[in-house]
């Protein structure tokens, strides 16, 4: 049986022929992927030519194509559209793949050739970009462990393979946990509250469950968020509530528990390995942050302040709570709802009036507008490509001068298949060293599908998340360089948020919306004091949303930051650390450890401070257009163009970010974006 993966695509664009692809072609693949680049890497490890850039370092980059690109298809696959067979495929390959990573990065000869390069980088003669590769090559292999000794050297390997199926596994269970939990909504008492795009979309997640004529929340975001926000029944709100929170954490199989125990443990004797004192410090070591202690610092500089206002504003909702003739204390499962009724109170608006103007494929639009006023790039919709799922779509992508820049893949909508959240990945990446290879980049999403042929509607927070992953999406397109191991988003954690927040400013504009900003039915721009309503409101709930956040990224470093982790208990160190901070009890974090994805399946771990980071330069960037008295100036954008989106890793962020706005970041300006600054103002007084 031929193998897709392994032939010569015919596809337009070289886009992967989904339509071909089966389970069973990936493990043959992979083997034969690793093979290849094994079969590389030993030849350039034994070479008996002195090393140069060209015979070791471009030569490392031209290794694995076929791993590389086989990698793509199924690691995508497995986070959008999984099932059984992959899930099984992928616990199986993740140890082997670490395996192969570390037969490369821990090859002594292999190394030998990259550390004298890296000594005598000075005189080769490289351009900047050559000498900004060596560095980054000489690092991964230090970082790997290949300046170890033999016996550190195979602990590492040990420590890196297992930590590869803990993180397999750990995801798995928290999508597993999301798949089998419905609550069913049994008749109109149980509606109660709900707008009618939720009802729909509730009775479509029925249908996709095959329980006609009812309706079910799902533990999605997009689905119970909203019924948090509306649902008039307070038992129903604490039976999702309480289900939602509890991800990885209900016993059983998919109990995540003792796989952070062990994951934890691991990550701190790995960076002892290294040299560093704890996970956090080996991990901040290669950011803008550079320590653990800058980034707690930044943390509680923005904890005070929001603790603060969180507090205030749980004594508003409490007040609305009696005000109602409610004899009970505010809750988590309550903080959602009496928000929403404080902001229909205080600033005479209703998410349900505003949905009705933010349909999906308008915002698209939105975003896709943007980056044609700011970028010169253009997007045609094809249909006649091979794509993973149907409601994926496709877009072909041109440049001012109508050249081919990429393609863009937009998969919206929730389902059982897919992770939760939402995140932006390539099926390729930019590069120029093997021709002029353009990127296949995707953003995944998880709205709530509108039923009946509807149209989907959106919250404000639908179409920041949806600016937010566009903004990702194009610094994945834009990409301008040389080599693949720079390209795009393989930037610092904590600059790569930089380019997708600054993004959703665009979103927040009146400009834009009275442009996208149209009823649904009618195609009438929202209504001028509508609009006025929403700017005005911005900053509301501002307390809860950040403690929800900033909660998360301490809880995040201070598992990082434990020495000897041995044997924790997740449960009870989240509530120990929660306790010492003075989280407000009606807040939960945004992400209990127990389904923290981020940290503990994905590439966030000691690192999820990394969206505050960027915020600071997002608030001061965007700050650059307001002062040019143009959101869209294009000498600003030339500039973000040049120096952030098309950029890639060329520079150290600090420089990037300079040469962009031609000073650092001014860090007050994030207080200010968050509505925190009066509250600053008084708490220093």
Request: proline share 5%; hydrophobic share 40%.
């Amino acid at each position: 049986m031929s193998n897709p993966l392994l032939q010569t695509w015919s596809t337009p664009f070289d886009i992967p022929p989904f339509d071909q692809i089966l389970p069973e072609h990936f493990r043959p693949a992979f083997d034969n992927g690793m093979q290849e680049q094994r079969a590389e890497v030993l030849a350039i490890a034994a070479s008996a030519e002195p090393p140069t850039f060209a015979n070791t370092v471009e030569a490392l980059e031209r290794s694995g194509r076929t791993l590389h690109r086989v990698s793509r298809v199924f690691f995508n696959l497995t986070g959008s559209n999984t099932s059984d067979e992959l899930e099984a495929i992928e616990l199986e390959v993740a140890p082997v793949l670490t395996r192969h990573g570390n037969e490369i990065y821990l090859n002594q000869d292999l190394f030998a050739r990259v550390r004298q390069l890296a000594e005598a980088e000075a005189g080769l003669g490289l351009n900047p970009e050559q000498s900004r590769l060596l560095q980054r090559f000489h690092r991964i292999f230090v970082r790997s462990g290949a300046a170890l000794d033999e016996a550190s050297r195979q602990r590492m390997t040990e420590i890196t393979e297992r930590l590869s199926v803990l993180g397999t596994k750990f995801g798995q269970n928290v999508l597993a946990d999301e798949k089998s939990y419905a609550l069913v909504l049994q008749g109109e008492a149980d509606l109660q509250g709900l707008p009618a795009s939720l009802v729909a979309a509730a009775a479509q997640a029925a249908t996709d469950r095959d329980l006609p004529g009812k309706h079910v929340i799902t533990l999605s975001r997009s689905s119970i968020v909203p019924f948090l926000q509306f649902s008039s029944r307070r038992d129903l709100r604490e039976t999702a509530f309480k289900a939602w929170i509890a991800r990885g954490e209900n016993a059983g199989a998919t109990d995540n528990r003792a796989l952070i125990a062990e994951m934890v443990a691991l990550r701190a004797e790995r960076a002892k390995l290294l040299g560093f004192p704890t996970f956090a410090h080996f991990r901040l070591d290669d950011s803008m942050a550079k320590t653990p202690e800058a980034a707690m610092n930044l943390l509680n500089s923005v904890w005070q302040p929001a603790q603060a206002r969180a507090l205030r504003e749980a004594e508003a909702l409490q007040a609305l709570i009696g005000a109602e003739g409610g004899n009970f204390e505010l809750e988590p499962w309550d903080w959602r709802y009496y928000a929403e009724q404080r902001r229909k109170a205080e600033f005479d608006l209703d998410d349900a009036e505003i949905k009705p103007y933010l349909q999906l494929d308008r915002m698209i639009e939105a975003a896709f507008d943007t980056a044609r006023r700011l970028f010169g790039v253009s997007f045609a919709e094809r249909r006649d490509l091979p794509v993973y799922h149907p409601d994926v779509r496709v877009w072909d992508v041109t440049g001012r001068d109508g050249r081919h820049v990429g393609l863009f893949l937009g998969d919206y909508f929730a389902r059982s298949s897919k992770h939760s959240g939402a995140w932006m990945s390539a099926f390729r990446g930019q590069q120029k060293l093997e021709g002029e290879i353009r990127p296949i980049i995707v953003n995944v999403m998880n709205f709530s599908k509108a039923s009946g042929g509807e149209p989907t509607l959106l919250s404000f927070d639908d179409g920041r998340t949806l600016f937010h992953e566009f903004g990702h999406a194009l610094h994945g397109l834009l990409s301008d360089v040389t080599y693949p191991t720079l390209a795009g988003t393989s930037v610092s954690r904590d600059f790569v948020e930089f380019p997708s927040q600054l993004y959703e400013h665009w979103l927040e504009q009146p400009e834009v919306l009275r442009q996208f900003a149209l009823h649904h039915r009618t195609g009438e721009p929202m209504p001028e004091a509508l609009l006025q309503k929403l700017m005005a409101a911005r900053t509301f709930n501002q307390g809860f949303s950040t403690v929800e956040y900033v909660s998360s990224a301490m809880v995040d470093l201070e598992f990082h930051l434990l020495a000897d982790a041995n044997g924790v208990d997740a449960t009870e160190f989240e509530r120990e650390t929660l306790k010492r901070m003075g989280m407000p009890r009606a807040i939960t974090m945004r992400h209990r450890p127990t389904h923290f994805t981020h940290i503990f399946s994905g590439g966030y771990s000691a690192a999820y401070y990394s969206y505050l980071w960027s915020e600071v330069l997002d608030a001061d960037g965007f700050n650059a257009f307001e002062e040019a008295g143009n959101i869209f100036d294009p000498e600003t954008a030339k500039r973000l163009y040049s120096f952030v989106y098309s950029a890639g890793d060329l520079r150290d962020p600090e420089d990037a970010y300079e040469a962009f706005r031609g000073r650092q970041a001014l860090p007050d300006a994030l207080l200010r974006q968050r509505g925190l600054v009066e509250i600053t103002a008084a708490g220093a007084a």
